[in-house]
């Protein structure tokens, strides 16, 4: 089992910036992949961005150029800066932990999501 904690989410106007953080319980370094999906109003839940075991990078086309991903292997902690916020972005943010197809079943994590807002 992995606990996954998210925190970071607020308003915040147009244009501005928010970092999303996402403790686990289990060490981040052997987590296969970590990942940020969103939900907003109307959608499915859908990736923005992940980041693998190996340090490999991938964002949804929405999220280049402004946001980014990273995790801190010493806290145990999975980070989404997110810059140039836009109406858009609105919605729940969960944090996932995958820890690979070689790990029996559940091997797939959610956070209780942080809710994001953007917007006067």
């Known amino acids: 089992q992995v606990q996954l904690v998210e925190s970071g989410g607020g308003l915040v106007p147009t244009g501005g910036s928010l970092r999303l953080s996402c403790e686990s319980s289990r060490s981040t370094f052997s987590i296969y992949k970590m990942s940020w999906y969103r939900q907003r109003a109307g959608h499915q839940r859908e990736l923005v961005a992940d980041v693998s075991n190996l340090g490999t990078t991938n964002y949804a086309d929405s999220a280049k150029g402004r946001f980014t991903i990273s995790k801190d292997n010493d806290k145990n902690t999975l980070y989404l800066q997110m810059n140039n916020l836009k109406p858009e972005d609105t919605g729940v943010y969960y944090c996932?932990?995958?820890?690979?197809?070689?790990?029996?079943?559940?091997?797939?994590?959610w956070g209780q999501g942080t809710q994001v807002t953007v917007g006067s």
């Open positions: 996932n932990a995958d820890l690979g197809p070689l790990v029996p079943s559940p091997n797939n994590f």
